[in-house]
């Protein structure tokens, strides 16, 4: 049985002069589905939308602030970039950026420890316009590792190497790190990426990890504490981090970065860096009338199996954005086949999704994207910012679930407006609905 509940919740209006001029009813409230007449209409003057997320797990109070700080910082770092012009998959990297440079995130700086005591990172990033795709894995001594991510993207769209070689998409360990290095990435020394809170949970966790091998005394015993163990303390390391960006000309571009499990095996690649598990972003095209773009969070095994981004980039395709992401996240996660042997299915995702609205009477004078951001996760606590290219400050909103039990969904979903009107840009948020999914 699937339970709907409203909660309370009204987002501030936020109009410029300029929507005061728009007329009385410039939209119907439908989908534009007239894609490829409204792309020769460029827009005017400059835009776009950030939603970001600080990890899908378990955040401690005690941190709340920063939590709060670094989302709104990397909203503004986003904005910041689509002010000055640039395209969405820019604009994504930068909010990733600012995500990594915290010691309070699970991502480039301050990042999760494996067994040896180092640094391992995965990042990938896609451009929804030319569907490219860059990502790294398990990279140390590098700072931003989104960075190489988005380089490699880039240097792919130039086309084909030398003697026709295909350039690389996915790069990992000591090649990734020398390929970074020889394109201008400075590096940076593994100690100094190491911060006081990931150093003393890795020796926290160390200890754990030497009392339960001398307390072992059976497979059985083993096998319950280890159970016990990521029952306690699962989700508290599950705080990946990600963005996904939509600019003015309707553009879509995602991007994820994680340090990955604490005290992982070296050389494992979580869901940040395969292609369609960490991230997914798609322009509308003939075949699509949305434009998508997923960012995902979570139990990097149980989302590279699943292929949660991906996935939850075609349900959206569907006309019920949330009941489309409820769906996915039931049916291709907590209850797909593939984890079935699984105790807990952890996860979290932040979806984009828009397209050009409809005008009941044409006119050079009016142009639009309609904007539908959600959020959705199976942990205990997500944290996510948002901001537009009008807004004078993010937003930020740390949800939790009503209930830890297996198989709950916590569903959050907003609607926004980007409108060009008499050639000045106007920005419109409101709520269309918050909801909160409950499955039993």
């Known amino acids: 049985m699937i339970g709907l509940t409203n909660y309370a919740g009204v987002m501030e ?72 012009g640039a395209l969405a998959v820019e604009a994504v990297a930068a909010a990733l950026v600012e995500l990594e440079d915290s010691p309070f995130t699970n991502a480039g700086m301050g990042s999760n420890l494996n067994l040896s005591g180092e640094i391992e990172c995965d990042a990938s990033i896609m451009d929804g316009k030319s569907l490219h795709f860059g990502a790294v894995g398990a990279l140390s001594g590098i700072r931003n590792p989104v960075m190489v991510a988005n380089r490699l993207l880039s240097e792919a769209q130039k086309g084909k190497l030398s003697a026709g070689r295909i350039p690389p998409c996915f790069l990992v360990g000591r090649g990734a790190h020398d390929w970074a290095v020889s394109h201008g990435i400075p590096p940076c020394p593994s100690d100094k990426m190491a911060t006081k809170f990931s150093l003393s949970a890795y020796k926290r966790n160390k200890r754990k990890m030497e009392l339960a091998e001398k307390m072992d005394t059976g497979h059985n015993q083993t096998k319950k504490r280890r159970q016990s163990s990521e029952n306690g303390n699962g989700s508290g390391c599950l705080d990946t981090v990600g963005a996904v960006v939509v600019d003015l000309e309707g553009n879509v571009a995602a991007a994820v970065s994680s340090g990955g499990l604490a005290m992982k095996h070296p050389g494992r690649v979580g869901q940040a860096a395969h292609y369609g598990c960490g991230c997914w972003a798609e322009n509308a095209c003939h075949m699509n009338s949305y434009s998508t773009a997923v960012s995902t969070s979570g139990c990097g095994e149980h989302l590279i199996r699943t292929m949660l981004a991906r996935e939850c980039s075609a349900a959206m ?5 949330h009941q489309a992401l409820l769906e996915a996240m039931q049916n291709k996660f907590i209850s797909s086949p593939i984890l079935a042997s699984e105790d807990r299915v952890l996860g979290g995702v932040i979806v984009l999704r828009c397209c050009r609205c409809v005008e009941a009477q044409p006119s050079q004078n009016f142009q639009g994207i309609l904007v539908e951001f959600l959020w959705s996760h199976t942990t205990e606590s997500m944290c996510v910012g948002y901001m537009s290219a009008q807004d004078s400050k993010a937003k930020y909103h740390k949800v939790y679930r009503k209930s830890c039990a297996t198989g709950d969904i916590s569903i959050n979903l907003h609607i926004c407006q980007i409108c060009s009107v008499h050639g000045a840009l106007g920005w ?5 609905a918050v909801l909160s999914w409950q499955c039993q």
Request: glycine share 6%; proline share 4%; aromatic share 4%.
């Open 428 to 432: 419109n948020v409101s709520l269309h």
């Open 317 to 321: 395709q569907s006309e019920d954005a």
């Open 13 to 84: 209006s936020l109009m410029n002069s300029a929507e005061e001029k728009q007329p009385s009813s410039p939209l119907t409230n439908s989908w534009a589905k007239k894609q490829e007449s409204s792309k020769s209409q460029k827009p005017n003057g400059v835009g776009g939308f950030v939603l970001v997320h600080a990890g899908a797990g378990y955040h401690s109070e005690s941190k709340a602030k920063e939590y709060k700080h670094v989302c709104k910082r990397a909203c503004q770092r986003a904005v910041d970039q689509l002010k000055a």
